[in-house]
Every structure is written in C-alpha cells, then in structure tokens.
C-alpha cells in the first residue's frame, strides 16, 4: 500500500533552520505531484508547497516566498522542504501528501485534491 512518510521536524529557535523529508512506497512516484501542508492547533490544514512531476516547477505560499524550498529526488522518492529563517507562527504538524496527476506537468495547491497523505511531523518555533 502506499506510504508516505515524514521526518525533520522538532524544537528549534526563531531564525533556525530544519529540512523535513517524505519517503514514498508503493506509487510511481513520477506520475505524482508532492505537495507540504501544514495545520496548526484550531487552524484548517493549509498549502505551504507543491513541485510538480519533474521537478521543474514548484509554488509556494506567500508566507513562505523567500524562506522554503520544496524538491524531490526520484532515485530516493523523496520529497524535502528546506526551511530557513524560522518563525513562531510557522508552529504546525507538517503533512507531506501526493497527488496523482501522470499526463501533466502541473502541479496542485488544493487540500483537496491530493490522494494520499503522511503522518506528519510536528514542527515547533517557540516564541
């Protein structure tokens, strides 16, 4: 079955940086776009990144513009996100997910629309 795991995450200061990282098992991992969400404690889940199929194109959210990259690794099927300059209100569990899109070198930014998802891996940036 398909898994996607996630690791990275933990404690870390205002201005550190972490890069999370999903392994993937049991999908072709080039017929998927990855994407990162994230969800804080009474928040919705919200789009943070996506890269496409090739790994040609990607997108973020504003609130991340600058600070993230989002990139994969098809020999390994993983999908990383670099974070730099840390923030308190980046505090959230991180959700790596996969969309199945095989014909397309979109990619998606819809919780929605991703067909599997992680675990998670909690991130937390004290104030």
């Known amino acids: 079955q398909v898994q996607l795991v996630e690791s990275g995450g933990g404690l870390v200061q205002a201005g550190d940086s972490l890069r999370l990282s999903c392994a993937a098992s049991g999908l072709t991992f080039s017929n998927y776009v990855m994407g990162w969400f994230r969800q804080a404690p009474g928040k919705e889940r919200e789009f943070v990144a996506a890269?496409?199929?090739?790994?040609?194109?990607?997108y973020y959210a504003d609130f991340v513009k600058g600070r993230f990259t989002i990139s994969r690794d098809s020999a390994k099927k993983t999908v990383y996100l670099r974070m730099n300059s840390l923030k308190p209100e980046d505090t959230a569990v991180y959700y790596c997910a996969a969309r199945y899109l095989p014909f397309s070198n979109d990619l998606d930014i819809q919780v929605s629309s991703y067909n599997y998802w992680g675990q998670g891996t909690q991130v937390t940036v004290p104030s």
């Open positions: 890269i496409n199929r090739s790994g040609g194109n990607t």
